[in-house]
């Protein structure tokens, strides 16, 4: 019955007419910009995060999680008709969403994604509204030990899973930290990392960080991009599925939902991960594996389910535990946080009206946008056609005014451009800009935490694996690290032996 209220006070919230708009500009804007090609949910959150700000936190919150989940289902439209993918959980469904458009199912093909995208996102709404309380009492068991421990866990764990490198993923995992350091010691007061700019004793903003790595530093290498792209915007037609496909989808669908939700509600693991479990568990399951990369439409559903359920379950540790689940999370966490929220397990007591509100507006975000994305399926289609030089302008313009306008600073110009050209030299050296914005927004919290266990402890390490719940985390995240250095380590060794054999 808690849950029940507690749902009845999300609708009251979201269903005013103010945050409804809100919901409907959020997944307007995210549809919007996400369906271009190479603009994905983090560059769109990202370019239009300053708007945001001059909001209150409900509305705030409740047009960003408009936006993400808008980008989301952009972001399978261009992977579909231009094989361009936003990000990397769009790239499954790139896989074989573009060969049903070159056989002339484009309009099938989006179909499937908006309803395996709507059926995802409500059960896993549905999941957040029951087990986000639970994950919140068992949080107001934490102390800093264990608070510290976790966000080392979630650091560990977005740099193991990102793609690439595990080295390069860890690295980028310390550079995120010490941009969060620059700025003024909270308990000193002394400058750190400031070299003596006056502009720097506030420490880099997060929406510099933000829009420098990912929209910057996105257009660039979209610009450096010189293959050409067949576009089939031509074939988007009959587009409701038919019933066999309906009862080929309803399985995978509902698969992918329970896999994406089971991914999605783990700190640290991103919605990338719970697609390409998802495609392969269909590709294992199918009676004929061989038509997966052909054009099979469960290979559409089940990825697309479990990158909306994942989308939407990352908002539980996010608001929870206050650990983003992903680089995108991490964006809305920093939102939050300059919005003088703390998440945590104390959100839920201290502005119920923020978490349900949110709840409520996700099941009102899901249903906007079956009904916004399947009657304007043909204009999403031919906005994929625009080019990309008509862009990037427009894009590098509004993200330097946004920037400027928040604290009416040229600095936070310039270092945007800087933070782009690193997020450039980064991409080129395949290092994944993930793991850094979560070691930026974690960064602080991290050291926080840190400082408090040990003035709790005198200064003793030992509280860290004295309390079961924070010695847990570590052992975790101890065996992930061994999981993925050792058969690294093997293969090296056996290179070596076989070279020694060789000469």
Not at 228 to 246: C, G, Q, R
Not at 346 to 353: I, N, W, Y
Not at 398 to 426: I, Q
């Amino acid at each position: 019955m808690d849950v029940l209220s507690n749902l009845a006070l999300g609708f009251g919230v979201a269903l005013t007419l103010k945050n409804l708009t809100y919901c409907f500009v959020g997944v307007f804007l995210g549809t919007l910009i996400g369906v271009l090609p190479g603009i994905g949910p983090l560059v769109t959150i990202a370019m239009l995060l300053p708007i945001t700000f001059g909001l209150d936190p409900v509305s705030s919150l409740i047009m960003l999680a408009g936006i993400f989940y808008g980008a989301q289902y952009g972001g399978s439209t261009t992977a579909i008709l231009v094989n361009m993918p936003g990000e990397v959980s769009s790239a499954v469904t790139a896989i074989d969403g573009y060969q049903m458009a070159r056989q002339g199912r484009a309009g099938p093909a989006l179909a499937t994604a908006a309803i395996a995208s709507f059926v995802a996102g409500i059960i896993s709404t549905l999941l957040v509204a029951f087990f986000g309380p639970l994950v919140g009492k068992w949080a107001l068991e934490f102390g800093a030990a264990e608070y510290f421990s976790l966000m080392l866990m979630g650091l560990v764990f977005s740099a193991v899973l990102a793609h690439g490198d595990l080295v390069k993923s860890l690295a980028m995992v310390v550079v995120g930290l010490m941009l969060g350091i620059v700025g003024t010691d909270v308990t000193s007061g002394l400058p750190r990392f400031s070299f003596g700019v006056v502009e720097l004793l506030d420490g880099v903003g997060f929406t510099v960080v933000a829009v420098g790595l990912f929209a910057v530093a996105e257009i660039v290498q979209n610009l450096a991009r010189t293959e050409k792209v067949e576009v089939f915007t031509k074939d988007v037609k009959n587009l409701m599925p038919t019933w066999a496909d309906i009862k080929a989808i309803t399985m995978p669908t509902l698969r992918g939902t329970a896999l994406g939700s089971f991914f999605g509600a783990l700190p640290g693991i991103t919605a990338s991960v719970a697609a390409f479990s998802a495609y392969m568990l269909e590709k294992k399951l199918a009676k004929d594996p061989s038509r997966f990369g052909k054009g099979a439409i469960e290979g559409v559903a089940a990825p697309e389910a479990a990158n909306n359920a994942a989308a939407q379950t990352h908002f539980i540790p996010t608001l929870t535990l206050g650990i983003p689940a992903s680089a995108v999370m991490a964006l809305m966490l920093g939102a939050l946080t300059m919005q003088g929220i703390q998440p945590g397990p104390q959100v839920m007591t201290s502005r119920p009206e923020l978490f349900w509100g949110l709840v409520a507006s996700m099941f009102v975000g899901n249903v906007l946008l079956l009904l916004l994305n399947l009657p304007l399926v043909g204009l999403w289609a031919r906005l994929t056609q625009v080019p990309y030089r008509w862009l990037f302008p427009a894009i590098l313009m509004f993200a330097a005014v946004g920037n400027f306008s928040l604290n009416n600073s040229a600095m936070d110009v310039y270092l945007c451009a800087a933070v782009g050209v690193l997020g450039y030299v980064f991409a080129k050296l395949d290092c994944q800009p993930a793991p850094l914005i979560l070691g930026y927004v974690l960064g602080p919290m991290l050291e926080e935490n840190l400082r408090r266990a040990l003035l709790m402890s005198e200064g003793s390490f030992a509280v860290f694996v004295t309390r079961p719940i924070s010695l847990a985390f570590l052992l975790v995240t101890a065996l992930i690290l061994l999981a993925m250095i050792v058969p690294t380590l093997r293969r090296g060794r056996e290179r070596a032996l076989e070279e020694g054999d060789a000469g």
